[in-house]
T-cell receptor
Framework: GAVVSQHPSRVICKSGTSVKIECRSL??????MFWYRQFPKQSLMLMAT?????????EQGVEKDKFLINHASLTLSTLTVTSAHPEDSSFYIC????????????FGEGSRLTVL | QKEVEQNSGPLSVPEGAIASLNCTYS??????FFWYRQYSGKSPELIMS????GDKEDGRFTAQLNKASQYVSLLIRDSQPSDSATYLC????????FGAGTRLTVKP
């Protein structure tokens, strides 16, 4: 079964509104979670690393004030897309390292955001 | 130079054939290597991991790693139509970097 749960799977919003996406680790604690964005037919692009109890680390070119990340607990990280615009429409995926194997990531189901 | 490079394909093989997927990476210090399968509209799922030079087999899948050549591959034996997906190569050295993916189509 899934070890990382993401919600919502699909969301449609109007331009200028904010959207929150939740990522939960199931039955394990995740001090770190990763947020990726994927445009159609393109690869996963790391947006930021979410750290429990501290500020997220953003990749170059990702606006931290636009993509707010909160890692409030050891099992929950949230990504809020603020003042969304059509160009923010994408597939957003979270992941968390899990298990004994170094570097192995498990992914949430992904959230498809459409901004009208 | 991209950190992780894959041939984007599409790669088309007949059912029952061997599919060969290739990946090169630029960071010589990378230690962990992964293959993920991603169906259209879905998130990636891990199918293989490899950490040392040589081959690693798991069912119909074989991962091959050559650190000297900075090359990792995935072989899928007895390909099935259900194997049709995009295969992502991922390399981990402090954080995970993904290739663009190779789209595989297995024709019945």
């Amino acid at each position: 079964g899934a070890v990382v749960s993401q919600h919502p799977s699909r969301v449609i919003c109007k331009s200028g509104t904010s959207v929150k996406i939740e990522c939960r680790s199931l039955d394990f604690q995740a001090t770190t979670m990763f947020w990726y964005r994927q445009f159609p037919k393109q690869s996963l692009m790391l947006m930021a690393t979410s750290n429990e109890g501290s500020k997220a680390t953003y990749e170059q070119g990702v606006e931290k004030d636009k993509f707010l990340i909160n890692h409030a607990s050891l099992t929950l990280s949230t990504l809020t897309v603020t003042s969304a615009h059509p160009e923010d429409s994408s597939f957003y995926i979270c992941s968390a390292p899990h298990g004994l194997i170094t570097g192995e990531l498990f992914f949430g189901e992904g959230s498809r955001l459409t901004v009208l | 130079q991209k950190e992780v490079e894959q041939n984007s394909g599409p790669l088309s093989v007949p059912e029952g054939a061997i599919a060969s997927l290739n990946c090169t990476y630029s960071d010589r210090g990378s230690q962990s290597f992964f293959w993920y399968r991603q169906y259209s509209g879905k998130s990636p799922e891990l199918i293989m991991s490899i950490y040392s030079n040589g081959d690693k087999e798991d069912g119909r899948f074989t991962a091959q790693l050559n650190k000297a050549s900075q090359y990792v591959s995935l072989l899928i034996r007895d390909s099935q139509p259900s194997d049709s997906a995009t295969y992502l190569c991922a390399v981990n050295n402090n954080d995970m970097r993904f290739g663009a993916g190779t789209r595989l189509t297995v024709k019945p």
